[in-house]
């Protein structure tokens, strides 16, 4: 009970703790002096934040994106012409290990490397983007052919593909290398919340999609605490914040025909 104590406390000390607070007091002060209007509309803010910040809506909403690719057993995964890793998961650093900072997408790289050991094709397509350091152009599927060498996967079995400022680019390039070597079928490793309009963004393309989900934010697969009363923390806006992207994403992609229903 004393720790659970404390960490509200702290929690309050976080932007989003003590900016709830603030309103809330405000809220209570503006009411008291009759200032209706404005207590009616710092309140609605107050209800905004924790409801984002303190309840299970956030978890929720993501947790339907990515409760259809839940229980995939990668060991039972058939094999395909080529393993499709998506960028996201790294940047350049100057003093991480191998210069790789992973991102909170990592858990893609962990999940491409083990299906290219379990033998489920001969052939890793890396993606990503580009970013600068130091002056120094780094893309990302360079940095990630880099590291995946000293995990022991042989540099000429993977492709680094350039870079690609989104999913569609990325099923771009793809689509060309499969037509080039005469691929169908892919296995393409994503984050879970974002399968469902990669995987149709790639069908698209023609293409055979395996897909095989990773890094999941939510209850689905991984403890949470969405259901504890609590004070409004940032984990509730990351994971709204990645809902309103696939949902905005997959209307976008709609309009413009880069996937079918």
Same mark, same amino acid.
């Not at 993501?62 to 995939?72: C, I, Q, S």
């Not at 395996?210 to 890094?215: A, E, L, W």
């Not at 696939?246 to 413009?256: I, L």
């Given at each position: 009970?004393?720790?659970?104590?404390?960490?509200?406390?702290?929690?309050?000390?976080?932007?989003?703790?003590?900016?709830?607070?603030?309103?809330?007091?405000?809220?209570?002060?503006?009411?008291?002096?009759?200032?209706?209007?404005?207590?009616?509309?710092?309140?609605?803010?107050?209800?905004?934040?924790?409801?984002?910040?303190?309840?299970?809506?956030?978890?929720?909403?993501?947790?339907? *994106?990515?409760?259809?690719?839940?229980?995939?057993?990668?060991?039972?995964?058939?094999?395909?012409?080529?393993?499709?890793?998506?960028?996201?998961?790294? &940047?350049?650093?100057?003093?991480?290990?191998?210069?790789?900072?992973?991102?909170?997408?990592?858990? %893609?790289?962990?999940?491409?490397?083990?299906?290219?050991?379990?033998?489920?094709?001969?052939?890793?397509? *890396?993606?990503?983007?580009? &970013?600068?350091?130091?002056?120094?152009? %780094?893309?990302?599927?360079?940095?990630? %052919?880099? *590291?995946?060498?000293?995990?022991?996967?042989?540099?000429?079995?993977?492709?680094?593909?350039?870079?690609?400022?989104?999913?569609?680019?990325?099923?771009?390039?793809?689509?060309?290398?499969?037509?080039?070597?005469?691929?169908? %079928?892919?296995?393409?490793?994503?984050?879970? &919340?974002?399968?469902?309009?990669?995987?149709?963004?790639?069908?698209?393309?023609?293409l055979e999609v395996i897909s095989v989900p990773?890094?999941?934010?939510?209850?689905?697969?991984?403890?949470?605490?969405?259901?504890?009363?609590?004070?409004?923390?940032?984990?509730?806006?990351?994971?709204?914040?990645?809902?309103?992207?696939?949902?905005?994403?997959?209307?976008?992609?709609?309009?413009?025909?880069?996937?079918?229903?």
């Amino acid at each position: 009970m004393h720790d659970g104590f404390q960490h509200q406390v702290l929690y309050l000390l976080e932007p989003i703790g003590f900016t709830w607070a603030c309103l809330l007091v405000l809220t209570v002060a503006l009411w008291w002096k009759r200032q209706l209007w404005f207590a009616v509309a710092t309140g609605l803010l107050v209800i905004f934040i924790t409801v984002i910040g303190a309840t299970p809506l956030p978890g929720t909403l993501l947790g339907a *994106l990515e409760r259809p690719y839940a229980g995939v057993d990668i060991e039972k995964l058939p094999t395909a012409d080529a393993i499709v890793l998506l960028g996201g998961g790294t &940047n350049a650093s100057r003093y991480e290990v191998e210069h790789v900072h992973f991102t909170p997408a990592g858990d %893609r790289l962990v999940m491409a490397h083990a299906l290219f050991k379990m033998n489920k094709a001969p052939v890793l397509l *890396l993606g990503g983007n580009v &970013n600068k350091l130091d002056g120094a152009v %780094r893309y990302e599927s360079e940095i990630v %052919r880099d *590291l995946f060498v000293t995990w022991g996967i042989p540099k000429e079995a993977m492709i680094p593909m350039s870079f690609s400022n989104d999913t569609y680019g990325e099923a771009l390039k793809v689509h060309d290398l499969a037509a080039e070597h005469g691929w169908h %079928r892919i296995l393409l490793v994503t984050s879970a &919340n974002h399968q469902r309009r990669a995987s149709a963004t790639f069908r698209a393309q023609g293409l055979e999609v395996i897909s095989v989900p990773c890094n999941f934010l939510t209850g689905v697969s991984n403890p949470s605490g969405d259901s504890e009363l609590s004070v409004p923390r940032y984990d509730g806006f990351v994971k709204t914040a990645t809902w309103l992207h696939e949902q905005a994403g997959w209307f976008m992609y709609r309009r413009r025909g880069w996937i079918k229903e």
